[in-house]
């Protein structure tokens, strides 16, 4: 069970990880650099988990930045700068702001432009400077009772957000440890470590920078087998505790501005909340914890070989600059008991795309991809 489910801002305080765009291009964060290791009084890993659980923060504003080194090879088919592509490699930086569960804003920055999702209350911005538009909704009942806005959905947006979804996986399948201090953003932290026990999983640890005395997760680094280096990484490197002022929350329309206004929820407008599948259908999960593989079918998508797969009408979500045939045909064939296809890995996941159109995907190795598709 998570330890930050209750907590709000615990949700919600870290860097939107892929709802930012590309800075750099995979070098090392200066500003990551380790710094003296801060003596600090002995705490076990069950006081910082207790930590994390009491912690009481009213505001907090500052500067995340966010790298991945994920071990990829080239993707043929997708253009430089597309979002997949973003989203897994470089350095990407954005700001936030939190004042309450009402009061957030977070803005994403890049080379280009900025993107800024911004929440008052019940209303509800976003505003991308490329293309100087915007977009502004008001909440309904239902709407108005959830967490902070997501530039993206389902990814996470700070350290903290990275460390709750670390943070519920723990279970006798995870070893439990306190690693070396550190000083993170100019602020003495203690360091959570969370170490699968599977050998087949692609995770060596997960660790978490917590704030000495805020009890804030300030840094988040997942590490790949076989390297001492993180593979993703995402921190603070300015952080501030005062509660950010009423202003930083109200939406300016620049000169020139086009607006969008969506529609708010209407009562009872679709099925209730309770009413909602818990997950999609096409999508089974074989094993648990750690070394779980997600197994989906991709019916029509594939269309046979992948090599000679090029769907008339691009798979739902599929990016405009991405040739399908293209980016199946780049990677390496495989085969065995359980049938042929392609394998993509890297350093923290492995996927099997299948001939028969399934795809498997987990941080596994793919040995554990192949004995799932056996079944």
Not at 222 to 248: C, H, N, W
């Given at each position: ?28 964060i200066g500003t990551f650099a380790a710094e003296a290791e801060p ?175 805020q009890h804030v997760p300030l840094r988040f680094e997942v590490l ?152």
């Amino acid at each position: 069970m998570s330890v930050l489910r209750s907590r709000p801002v615990l949700r919600w305080l870290v860097p939107a990880t892929a709802a930012v765009a590309v800075i750099g291009g995979g070098a090392a964060i200066g500003t990551f650099a380790a710094e003296a290791e801060p003596s600090l009084p002995p705490r076990t890993a069950a006081q910082l988990l207790v930590d994390l659980q009491t912690s009481r923060l009213e505001g907090v504003s500052g500067t995340v930045v966010q790298r991945a080194d994920l071990g990829l090879p080239p993707l043929v088919g997708l253009a430089p700068g597309n979002e997949l592509t973003s989203m897994l490699t470089g350095t990407h930086t954005l700001r936030v702001w939190y004042s309450g569960p009402e009061r957030q804003r977070v803005a994403l920055l890049d080379t280009l432009g900025e993107q800024d999702v911004i929440r008052n209350g019940r209303d509800v911005w976003t505003w991308e400077s490329r293309t100087n538009t915007a977009r502004h909704r008001t909440l309904g009942d239902t709407e108005a009772t959830k967490a902070a806005p997501e530039a993206r959905p389902n990814l996470p947006a700070t350290p903290q957000q990275a460390a709750d979804l670390a943070l519920a996986a723990i279970d006798p399948s995870t070893e439990v440890s306190v690693g070396r201090s550190a000083t993170v953003a100019g602020q003495d932290a203690y360091e959570l470590v969370l170490q699968p026990r599977d050998k087949d999983s692609l995770v060596h640890q997960l660790r978490i920078a917590i704030d000495a005395k805020q009890h804030v997760p300030l840094r988040f680094e997942v590490l790949a087998k076989g390297s001492d280096q993180p593979a993703f990484e995402m921190a603070f490197t300015q952080i501030d505790y005062r509660r950010p002022a009423d202003d930083q929350f109200t939406f300016n329309p620049p000169p020139g501005v086009t607006v969008t206004e969506e529609k708010a929820e209407r009562p009872g407008a679709g099925k209730p909340e309770h009413a909602k599948p818990a997950g999609d259908p096409q999508v089974r999960a074989v094993g648990t914890g750690w070394t779980t593989v997600l197994v989906a079918r991709l019916d029509g998508a594939l269309g046979g070989k992948p090599t000679d797969a090029k769907p008339a009408v691009p798979p739902a979500g599929a990016a405009p600059d991405m040739d399908l045939s293209k980016l199946l045909g780049g990677l390496a064939a495989v085969k065995g008991d359980w049938g042929s296809g392609r394998l993509l890995t890297g350093k923290l996941f492995s996927v099997l795309l299948t001939d028969d159109g399934r795809v498997l995907a987990g941080a596994v190795t793919p040995e554990r991809l192949y004995q799932a598709a056996r079944g």
